[in-house]
């Protein structure tokens, strides 16, 4: 109709031809999801989530995307991958399905109250329950940041990791560590403490016991409860000497990494 | 422990549910990524923003049930946690984005990449000064070409109102990007 008309429409193509995501962005929005996704107690970033993708570099699943996780590749946990993505409510705490409606519920549910199927930690005072869980999850975010950042969580209060009759235990014990991520992330130390301690006395020889060592001293540290920390650490590397969060754990409360000196 | 030893991609069991979201992921990343750019996200920000809105998605797979179009659904999860993203980290380029972002070159000549992420760069700006109601449709309607009825889905309002922003969104972007282009005639 008019020459404006016709520059804009010109203008629009380009637009769309040069908005494509990368392959690089694929990739590691991908790896980042999985490592969100997996209740990864040292809560990866995109950069090492994308070096997982890469080291694997297998499909495009999120099933895939899983697997690095799970293997070991980031956190060694040592977990049947089998076990975990036989359904799809079992790896991935807190964010499928069911959950998810349970965790993105009313923003006043309080720990041990009966209508929270598990520790509702994460029913933060949220203006939007469809998105509620997102910004936590963003795996890009550092540790370092998120124990700065301003605590999303509702309350410090916690319960036992209560699982509802009917639960798969290995279901229950990936919500607890999903948890105990989030507080961590959020700098909620004492509240990641006692979602572990109460976990670990329900189940002492889950499946994610060495998941939950680890976390428990990271905890510790960031109580400034050094002391038990390093006694915790110990403990950790007499147990499990080979756990690739073995390092993590040596340098938790700002140890000189083993291999630098 | 080795992961490449592990090689368990072949070998794991495909959860139905895993597999549902995968395909939505495959098919859809890029609509959520362009859309959450279009409505705002900075760039340094995409990524994020990407994986929040499909760990939302992860979520709430179930719920959706095919109630509405599924990219109506998307957009309404890109819409969602644009504003969370633009809430935390505004554009900084925004107050200065007519100086920043100078009209496209050439579009069609040898140096068309470069000139495409120009225009990308300028048609941001340009939608940075429609308010979000007149992006939102602007962006489904001519962008995505997405019907009325399904734009009103997204948006969760009515067909009428798709036409009546939609009508004051294509006029406000034809008078900023007049406006633009005749500054940029004037100071040659």
Redesign the interface.
Known sequence: MTT??D??R????????????SAG??T???A??AG??VSSVAAPT?ATAAK?AA??G???????LL??F????VL?S?VS??VF?????SP?AG????P??A??GPSTVKSGASVAPVPVISAAPAA?P??A???A????RAASDSLESPSRLGSDTTGAPAPRAGIDPLEAESRSMAEVQRALRDGRPALALSVLEAEERARPAGALAEERAAARIFALCALERRTDAERAASEFLRRFP?S?LAERVRTSCGAVPSGSR | ????S?S??A?????????E??AV??EH??FV??NL??LGVPDAS???A???????V??????FEGRAELRSWLF??VK??T??HRRTQRRKEHADAEEAHAL?GN?AGPE??A???E??R??MSLLDELDDEKREVFVLA??EEMSATEIASALNCNVNTVYSRLRLAREK??TL??RR?DRKRALR
């Not at chain 1, 010109?10 to 995501?21: F, G, K, S, T």
């Open positions: 404006t008309d520059e804009i010109d203008l629009l193509r380009a637009v769309r031809r040069a908005e494509r995501p962005d694929r590691a929005v991908r980042g999801l969100a996704l995109l997982a080291i694997t297998k499909g495009s699943g999120l099933a895939t697997v690095p799970l293997t070991g590749a060694g040592g991958a089998g993505l036989t359904s799809r409510t991935v964010v499928s399905g069911a998810a409606r965790l993105s939007d469809l998105v869980e997102a910004p999850q963003a795996s890009a080979r690739p | 422990m080795s992961a490449e592990a368990p991609g070998a794991l069991p495909a959860a139905p549910g895993a597999l979201f995968d992921y495959a990343f890029d990524w362009r750019r279009r995409l990524r994020d990407a994986q929040d809105v499909f760990l939302v992860h979520r709430r797979l179930d719920d309404s999860i969602r946690v504003l969370n496209p579009l068309q990449s000139a495409d992420s225009a990308l300028f048609f001519e962008l972007l034809r990007y007049e282009r």
